[in-house]
C-alpha cells in the first residue's frame, strides 16, 4: 500500500509540475526565464513518469523502464525546482531577507518533494552500469537547479545561495542512495594493513602533477614556485567541493564501488579491470573541455587525467578512504600555479608540458603496477573490498 501510495505521488508531483509550468507559459508570467524550454522540458517529464512501470514484465519493459528512469533522474529535480520557484515568485519582496525566507522555505518544500523521487525512480535502479550512469545523471542535473536563482531574486550565477544548497542536498542524496542500494559509506579511517612507506610513495607520486605549470625543465629543477593560485575564496572553496569531492565521489566512490562488484573470480583481475575502466572514465569525462581548449590539449588533458586517476583509484583501495584523494586533488588544482591561475591545458601546448605529461605518466603507472604486484598491498586492498558491501 506504502509503495503504491508513493508511485502515485510521485506522479502526481509530475502531473502538478507540468499543469504550473503550463499555467505560467500560458499566462505569459515573467516567473519563467525561458518558457519554451521549460514547458517542453515539463511534459517529457510529465509523459515519462506516467509511462514509468512498477513491474518489469519482459526484457523490452526493462530496457524501455530504464530508459524512461533516466530521463527521470535527469529532469524531475530541475522541473519540480522551476515548479516551486514559480509559486514562490509571487512572495518575494525587495529585502534581502524576504528572498533568503522564501528561497529557504521553497529549499525544505524542494526536499520534501523529491522523497517519493527518491524511493521510486533512484531505489529501484539495478545493475553496475545503471548505477554509474544514475549517480552521473544526477550529479548534472542539480547543477542545473541554479538556473531557477532568478526566480528568487538573485542573479544567475555558480556562487547565488541556491548552489551550495543543491550540493550539500546532491551528496547526501547520493550518499543515502549508495547506502540503499547496499554499499557503505566512504570511511574516515585507513585499513590497518596500511603499509605508510607506499602509501607515501603513492602521494608522492601523484604530486608530480604540480610540476606540469613550471613551464620548462630548467625552471622545474632550477627556479620552480608552488603558489596558491591567485581567486576568490568563493573560487577556492568551489574548486575544492565542486572538482575535487565531486569528482572523487563520481570516480573512487560512485564508480569505484560498483565496478568491484563485478562477476570477476579473481580479486586481483577484479580489482585492475575495475581501476582500469574508472580511470578511463575520469578521462574521457575531461573531453567536455574541447570547447574550450585545443584537440591536442584535450587528448593530453584526458591522457593525464587516466594516468592520475589510476594512482587515486590504487590508493582508495589501498587505504580504503577517500578522503586522501579528495585533498590530494583539491591540492592538485589549487596549487602549483606560479606562471597563470588559468591551468596548463588553456594555452598553447609546449614540448615541456607533453615531455613532462609522458614522463610522469609513465612513473605513475609504474606505480601502481608495483603496488598492485605487491603481496601486502594486495591484502590491504581485500580489506577494502570486504568493507564496500553492507549486505
Known sequence: MIKNRMQFIFKLEAVLAFIIIGGAFL????????????III????CFSALLLQERVSNRFVLVTNNFLRLILVALFPFTVMTAISILAHPLIGTHSFQKWLVLIISFVVFIGAIIPYIQKVLRPTAGITMRILTSYVLISSFTFIAITSKTFGFPFS????????????IFGILMYVMKLWG????RWGINSKVNYWWLFLAIITALLNW??????????????DLAVAQTAIVGIVLTIVWTGL???????YLTLWPLLMMKIKSDKT????????????FGLYHASNVGHQSVLETCLQIFAAFGVGMVFSVITLYTGNIW????????????GYPITNSGPFSGLVSAYEIEFIIITRIIELVVVFLMLGNHKVQAAIKQTLANIRTR
Open 246 to 252: 565531486k569528482e572523487e565521489f563520481m570516480f573512487r
Open 158 to 169: 555558480y556562487t547565488v545561495p541556491l548552489v551550495p544548497f543543491a550540493i550539500i542536498l
Open 42 to 45: 515539463a511534459g517529457i517529464l
Open 211 to 224: 610540476g606540469l605549470t613550471a613551464g620548462s625543465w630548467s625552471r622545474l629543477f632550477g627556479h620552480f
Open 27 to 38: 499566462l505569459k508570467s515573467s516567473s519563467l526565464m525561458t518558457p519554451r524550454k521549460e
Open 270 to 281: 577484479r580489482v585492475l579491470v575495475a581501476i582500469l575502466i574508472s580511470s578511463t572514465i
Open 183 to 186: 554499499y557503505r559509506l566512504p
Open 324 to 335: 586522501i584523494v579528495v585533498a590530494l586533488h583539491s591540492m592538485i588544482d589549487l596549487i
